[in-house]
């Protein structure tokens, strides 16, 4: 989904995202930085800390998290209940212009669901916008489909999955904007739904790996320095729980 945003953007956006061209082909660049802004709506954070270890452990970018005071109005809004991702974004680079230090690759993570006009699929997980050829490297990250659990209903494992899932959205995101023209399969694949998103791959395809490390944008090994960060290899969610806990969130969902 990521991948496909660009040619979205030069098509048919509006206000900062359509305001910058891009010129040539360029070669992938590695981000001096990946910031996630965590907009003010969102109050379930507990799977910020865990995602945050995963990508410090594979990228060679330092990984920070801000809170964003960022007020979403209902102008912002595709349908009733969601926000179209491109006029958020559009908020996003405006506010966020003048921060970090370029090539920078910042992520909104926001609690609302999210759908894009153009497109005709029912909602998106993420969207993302630009490349190595312009200024902004951008994601939106809704926690709104993926977060396991909830108030009423959890497990000690809620925050590992919802990371998990994060994770892979937002890795998949990266390695697209720096330029990088994949396989489209393993971590790289295009999730439709969540038991997609749970099911696909967690690491990059060997040739995929290989060029994002030349890139400098993965880290040769995986860092495992750190005993409180989540495990990004061989990590030790298995699938039959995660099923089980989506399982629930949906019965949950359907009977509330």
């Known amino acids: 989904m990521h991948h496909l945003m660009f040619s979205f953007l030069l098509a048919g956006a509006s206000g900062a995202l359509a305001q910058e061209q891009p010129h040539e ?69 405006r506010r966020t212009a003048d921060e970090g230090n370029a090539p920078s690759f910042k992520y909104l993570l926001i609690p609302f669901d999210m759908k894009v006009d153009a497109w005709n699929w029912r909602y998106a997980f993420s969207v993302s916008f630009g490349d190595e050829t312009t200024s902004y490297h951008v994601g939106v990250v809704s926690t709104a489909r993926i977060v396991a659990g909830n108030w009423w209903l959890q497990s000690p494992w809620d925050s590992e999955i919802t990371a998990t899932r994060a994770y892979k959205l937002i890795l998949k995101s990266i390695a697209y904007r720096t330029g990088h023209r994949g396989t489209d399969a393993c971590i790289l694949s295009t999730p439709l739904s969540l038991e997609e998103l749970d099911r696909k791959s967690s690491e990059f395809c060997p040739d995929d790996r290989a060029a994002l490390v030349a890139a400098g944008v993965l880290k040769e090994k995986e860092q495992q320095n750190d005993p409180d960060c989540m495990t990004v290899a061989g990590r030790s969610l298995v699938p039959m729980l995660v099923t089980a806990r989506r399982t629930l969130d949906d019965w949950w969902a359907a009977s509330h």
């Open 25 to 93: 082909v360029a070669r992938p660049i590695a981000p001096a930085e990946v910031v996630l802004y965590i907009q003010s709506d969102l109050k379930r954070t507990d799977f910020v800390p865990p995602l945050v270890c995963a990508l410090r452990r594979v990228l060679t970018a330092p990984v920070s998290v801000q809170a964003l005071d960022l007020p979403l109005g209902s102008e912002l809004l595709a349908t009733p209940t969601q926000f179209e991702v491109t006029k958020v974004a559009d908020r996003f680079i």
